[in-house]
């Protein structure tokens, strides 16, 4: 629970180093690049054979890295290789061992369908019925390792690998606001995967969080028309805040809609993915027109429009 206001500077990470804190850091980069080499030659496939082929799955979730390194550098211009290094494990469970992970690891929910552990960067999966729908929620964990390493600039504009962890932070709040921007962010790079016909992990699979995302669309939109942007505009703006760590471009929800509303959304945490109550009364208090046709048409297994235009029907 975050109290008082949020101050919004200290989660700033673009903040000049000490002379230690750059050797401390050139360590960490030197450890990445053998992650990265360590997926690419040793990544294990019994830590897959929930699948048929092994073999194939470690295959796709490399390609899945290197996709997205070449996505965000076309789409924001920016180069994540040295901190997109992949996992260093994939681990496929039935529901009742994925359960039980999660348990270990201090989660409770059955919405997840897929965790990352950090430092070790494990992504940890549950089997589902289409493989495609695997992917899809792994491609959601190799995003979170990518926002988990966001970049500090030192005063020479050197871009250094820093730990962090997108809009998360450690004491659990912007949770829910955190899963959210991936998803989005998710959903925009499998589009744009499936649209190149490289790969289609969209296509009849359920979006990460289902109607709770597009509550949080919608809510997006309002903040947009009330700053006189396109959606596509803030959504730009809040992928680049995630993925550089940079808190700043979350500053445009008190600006549109009045201080303390960052923080009532700061507060929704992992329970309030499943009991909706909360969201939904936050969200009508905000004035936000919940999509409610789209909502059940998503349900109902009928394929819908979100993002400006990407289509996704649900897996019935």
Not at 59 to 74: A, G, P, R
Not at 189 to 202: E, H, I, S, V
Request: hydrophobic content about 35%.
């Amino acid at each position: 629970m975050v109290e008082g206001n949020i101050d919004l500077e200290k989660y700033r990470f673009f903040k000049s180093l000490s002379e230690d804190q750059k050797v401390e850091t050139e360590g960490e980069l030197s450890v990445m690049e053998e992650m990265r080499d360590y997926l690419k030659t040793q990544l294990k496939s019994n830590s897959l054979d929930s699948l048929k082929d092994g073999e194939a799955v470690e295959n796709k979730i490399k390609q899945l890295v290197d996709e997205q390194i070449l996505w965000v550098k076309n789409r924001f211009g920016f180069d994540v290789s040295k901190r997109a290094v992949g996992p260093t494990a994939v681990g496929i469970h039935d529901r009742d061992s994925f359960l039980n992970k999660l348990r270990v690891h201090g989660q409770s929910s059955d919405i997840f369908k897929g965790f990352h552990v950090g430092p070790v960067r494990s992504i940890e999966l549950l089997k589902q019925d289409r493989v495609e729908s695997v992917f899809h929620s792994a491609s959601h964990e190799l995003i979170h390792t990518i926002g988990d390493m966001v970049i500090k600039v030192d005063d020479n504009d050197q871009e250094i690998i820093q730990q962090s962890t997108g809009y998360n932070s450690k004491n659990g709040s912007f949770t829910m606001l955190n899963e959210m921007v991936v998803e989005m962010l998710n959903i925009e790079f499998l589009d744009d995967l499936r649209t190149g016909g490289k790969a289609d992990y969209l296509s009849g699979t359920d979006i990460g969080y289902g109607t709770v995302l597009l509550m949080f669309e919608a809510f997006f939109k309002k903040v947009a028309d009330l700053a006189k942007m396109n959606l596509s505009e803030l959504m730009n703006d809040l992928y680049t805040g995630y993925l550089t760590g940079d808190f700043s471009k979350l500053r445009i929800i008190d600006a549109t809609l009045g201080k303390g509303t960052l923080k009532k959304i700061v507060d929704l945490k992992y329970e309030d993915f499943r009991s909706k109550e909360k969201t939904i009364a936050l969200f009508k208090d905000l004035g936000v027109d919940l999509p409610i046709n789209k909502m059940q048409s998503y349900n109902k297994g009928e394929e819908i429009e979100m993002l400006d235009g990407i289509k996704i029907k649900k897996t019935n």
